[in-house]
Each structure stands twice: as structure tokens, then as C-alpha cells.
């Protein structure tokens, strides 16, 4: 089991004032992504695959 709240959360650089952005942080194995304005919601836990394709996808 990941120790969620001792992850090294980072919130998007693109982050606006109403605080409406994603925090992504490293795993054991895995990528986590949750929401910034609502963090007891849980999060996700993407794979080093999905989390590049969604990098990826985004920037283009």
C-alpha cells in the first residue's frame, strides 16, 4: 500500500487563482493524480505508459 499523504504531491504549473488544478506525484510503481481543490476525494493511479501518452497528449 502507498503512503498517499507522504507523497511528494506537485500541483500543475498551469494552475489558475480559483485553485482548479491537478497535483501528479511519483509511486511505488505508479504515477498518483488528484484533484487540487478536493484531495480527500482519493486519487488515481496511473502507469508509466498511460502517464506518458497523457503527458504526451496534453502538451500536443
Do not use: Q
Request: hydrophobic fraction near 35%; charge should be positive; include cysteine.
Amino acid at each position: 500500500m502507498t503512503k498517499i499523504d507522504s507523497a511528494p504531491w506537485r500541483t500543475a504549473s498551469y494552475s489558475s487563482d480559483n485553485n482548479a488544478c491537478v497535483e501528479a506525484a511519483p509511486l511505488a510503481t505508479k504515477t498518483g493524480v488528484r484533484d487540487t481543490k478536493d484531495r480527500t476525494r482519493g486519487h488515481l493511479e496511473i502507469t508509466p505508459t498511460a502517464w506518458t501518452e497523457l503527458v504526451r497528449a496534453l502538451k500536443a
